[in-house]
């Protein structure tokens, strides 16, 4: 039995991807307003009143906005760390289960999903691996460098939503003062379209089908740059034919069969 996600949108004004199977369907991020949520779960043929979960990644505005009035309205779980537990409590009243820990497996239905932590300048930040009969998926969307270890838990997907941020001569040269450009650039910040293609070539195997490039920067980024830059870094590597999407925040994405 296979499984399906779908990335309801990603980017600065909203994260949020769908994974759902035959039983259960869960959100990682809820970045968007209730509403807006809603109608993209509607685009996409689901209906928010069979959301299970809702996993949190950490507590930027951009991955949490809806995640309050969602539980109120259909009741899902809103899991997250505990430092994200502690800190969207005390700001935003936003009340999470502090279940999640790196390398904790969360079951839910037929589907096993496992945090892991990645360097961004918040409290925690996790990705997730996310399987089901085989099936594997991995999710990281904030993240300013890859580590050796992040690289082997990327290693066999099926299919990889990876943050492909900016282009660093847009960065530079744009309108962002220095030092939001110095936290983007920086371990702790946002992997450029460089980083995440060099990271994509090195971590597919065989079994690698789809990649979505994810949170592309509106003001430093084009999908044409981004696309561009992981097609150069996977021809050195394969001759293989790997579907590569650059998500939209405005949009949501093909529905993915993994």
């Known amino acids: 039995m296979s499984f399906q996600f779908c990335v309801l949108g990603s980017g600065s004004s909203g994260n949020s991807v769908a994974i759902w199977d035959d039983e259960t369907l869960f959100l990682v991020d809820a ?124 290693m066999d997907a099926d299919a990889l939503v990876l943050e492909s941020n900016h282009d660093v001569q847009m960065l530079k040269d744009g309108k962002y003062p220095y030092f939001l450009k110095k936290r983007i650039l920086g371990k702790q910040g946002h992997l450029s379209n460089e980083q995440s293609a060099e990271v994509i070539a090195n971590v597919i195997t065989e079994k690698t089908k789809h990649i979505l490039l994810a949170h592309l920067s509106q003001d430093n980024n084009v999908p044409e740059k981004a696309l561009a830059e992981s097609k150069k870094e996977l021809k050195k590597v394969t001759g293989r034919r790997i579907e590569i999407i650059p998500a939209s925040q405005f949009e949501i994405s093909k529905i993915i069969n993994v």
Do not use: M
């Open 31 to 154: 970045g968007f307003s209730c509403k807006e949520t809603v109608r993209r779960l509607d685009l996409a043929g689901l209906d928010a009143n069979d959301l299970d979960t809702i996993f949190i990644s950490h507590e930027h505005s951009d991955h949490i906005n809806g995640a309050r009035v969602l539980n109120k309205r259909f009741s899902p779980r809103v899991l997250s760390t505990e430092p994200v537990h502690e800190w969207l409590d005390l700001k935003y009243a936003v009340i999470t289960e502090p279940e999640l820990e790196p390398g904790k497996v969360q079951k839910i239905g037929n589907f096993k999903v496992t945090p892991f932590e990645v360097p961004h300048d918040v409290s925690q930040t996790v990705g997730f691996k996310i399987q089901n009969n085989g099936r594997k998926l991995i999710i990281a969307t904030d993240l300013g460098h890859v580590t050796a270890r992040l690289r082997q838990k990327f």
